[in-house]
Structures are given as C-alpha cells and as structure tokens.
C-alpha cells in the first residue's frame, strides 16, 4: 500500500511569511499533483509534476518534484490571507487511481 | 465551459434507505473516479471506470456499494441499505486519456451524505 505523508497538518502564519509544505513518500511516483480545497467544495487542481527535479511556478507558488519522484514540496512566498485553505498532494503510482496525503491546514493570519 | 457536475450537492437518507449519487464528467473526458472524504480523513479512492466498464473498483466496499458509467447519461454511484458510518463526502473527477495516462483528475463539488 503507497502513502504519501504530508507536513505539517497545521500551519498558521502571519501574512508576508514564507512557508512550505512537504510531500514524502517511500514510493515512486508516476506524477504528483497538489490540491487545494475549500470547505465544502472539491479539490481544485493547482499543478502537476512528472519529472524528477521539475520546478513550477504559480505566481507566488512553487512547486518541487524530487529528483528520485518520492518527494514534492510546495512554497509560498509572501503568504496572504487569500492563501488561506486545505492543501492537498496526491500521487499516481502506475496505476490511474490517486492516493492522497492527509493534508495541510493552513491560515495566513491579517 | 461546465466542469464536473455532482448532484445532488446534499442529500440525506434514513439508515436502511438507497443514495444514488450522480456525476456528469467534463466535457470531452472519457474516465470517472469516486473518492470518498470520511470526516477528519483524507481521501480514498473507491472506484475508476470508463464508458460501460469498470476498470479499477479495488477501493469501494464489496457489499451494498456499485458504481456504473453508462454509454449515455452520467455515472452513478449507489449505496443500498445505508448505515452511519456511510456519511461522508463523496467526490467525482474525471480526466482525459492522454498518451502519458490519465493522470490530470478534475474534481467536482461532492455530495454530502448525512445518513440519520
């Protein structure tokens, strides 16, 4: 069974703060894409990763996929209240289905 | 240029009682999953399919849960004779089929079953 283990589950900052957010797995994966998601709304897509050692960017966003394809993390820079929300990794292992992480609450506070 | 559409967004069923859950995929996008969101959980997958087939059903529960995809209309996820522990958020995505597998999975708003 794959897992993939996200931290930190909380996180709560003040505005103009950096952070960043760790997905780690023991597996390989096929691609990686993180999530964010609303109270009570689905995920919405916010990037995917395939490469190992690829790096995107979303504005204030970026994302990092390992070079070995076990490990992704995301870092925001500048954090705003807007950024406020749960996000989420999830990761493909050869097979379609996605296997999440258990995600990371985050609060940009004023 | 409508996304996934899930309905109903609530719905409540007495235990013992039927929940159809409905899902229409993006437009142009051939494959469906259903993951559940359990309060406090993460999200699992339950089941993949394409149009008329079941291609991966190895996260959903052997007993009172199935899922079909028809030729027309939109996917269907079913659970007879529901019990408490079934409430939880229920999410549909879908996705093209890529050369490089279908991995780009967009999410609709869920149905939320409160099961009394």
């Known amino acids: 069974t794959q897992l993939l283990e996200q931290s930190p589950q909380f996180l709560s900052i003040q505005e103009g703060e950096n952070l960043t957010v760790y997905c780690n797995s023991s597996s390989v994966f096929s691609s990686l894409q993180w999530y964010r998601q609303e109270p009570g709304e689905g995920p919405v897509l916010l990037v995917t990763v395939v490469t190992g050692g690829e790096v995107k960017k979303l504005k204030r966003l970026t994302f990092q996929f390992g070079d070995a394809r076990k490990d992704s993390s995301l870092h925001i820079t500048a954090a705003q209240p807007g950024d406020t929300g749960l996000y989420l990794c999830?990761?493909?292992?050869?097979?379609?289905?996605?296997?999440f992480g258990q995600g990371t609450r985050l609060t940009i506070n004023p | 240029n409508a996304g996934v559409m899930q309905n109903p967004r609530h719905l409540v069923r007495r235990r013992g009682q039927e929940a159809r859950l409905r899902c229409s995929p993006m437009?142009?996008?051939?494959?469906v999953y259903w993951y559940r969101q359990l309060p406090e959980e993460g999200l699992k997958f339950m089941v993949y399919l394409q149009k008329e087939n079941i291609i991966d059903e190895s996260g959903m529960p052997k007993e009172r849960f199935s899922a079909e995809f028809p030729k027309e209309g939109p996917s269907i996820l079913r659970i007879q004779q529901v019990v408490r522990g079934d409430s939880a958020a229920y999410f549909c995505?879908?996705?093209?089929?890529?050369?490089?597998?279908?991995?780009?999975?967009?999410f609709g708003p869920g149905t939320r079953l409160t099961v009394t």
């Open positions: 999830a990761g493909t292992y050869l097979a379609q289905k996605l296997v």
């Open positions: 437009k142009g996008h051939s494959h």
């Open positions: 995505a879908s996705s093209l089929n890529s050369p490089f597998g279908a991995y780009e999975q967009y």
